[in-house]
């Protein structure tokens, strides 16, 4: 499976240039390049704020999904994260593992696509 950032497409439609987008977000020319060239293997939560304010859409404008050429099916599902409340009287709240790592912050992860 192979999720591809679409940036160039949604920038290039808007019809702003690579140097007003590095303006409006605060990123650099060069990062931006290599997001679009697909040279970047994750992008923040924050950078997909920025540039669809910057672009005016929406995440789901910049992601394009590519199913794997291998011929088989994936079964993708969604995992909930795992909390476990401590009693009131003890006012102690235990997170497991997989829920602090969520609560630092969601970094996606993108497949690079080999021609």
């Known amino acids: 499976m192979a999720v591809l950032i679409t940036l160039k497409k949604v920038r290039e439609a808007k019809g ?7 303006r409006i977000t605060g990123y650099s020319v060069q990062n931006i390049q290599k997001i679009e060239q697909g040279r970047v293997s994750s992008l923040t939560l924050a950078a997909f704020d920025r540039f669809c304010k910057a672009l005016a859409c929406l995440p789901g404008d910049l ?3 590519t199913p794997d050429d291998d011929g088989q099916t994936e ?3 969604r995992e909930q994260p795992k909390i476990e ?3 009131n009287a003890n006012q102690n709240t235990k997170y ?3 829920a602090k790592k969520k609560s630092a912050g ?5 497949n690079k696509k080999t021609a």
């Open 16 to 22: 702003i240039s690579q140097n007003d987008l590095a």
């Open 85 to 87: 409340v401590g009693d």
């Open 75 to 77: 079964v993708m599902t």
């Open 106 to 110: 969601l970094v996606l992860s993108f």
């Open 96 to 98: 497991s593992a997989s």
């Open 63 to 65: 992601l394009e999904y």
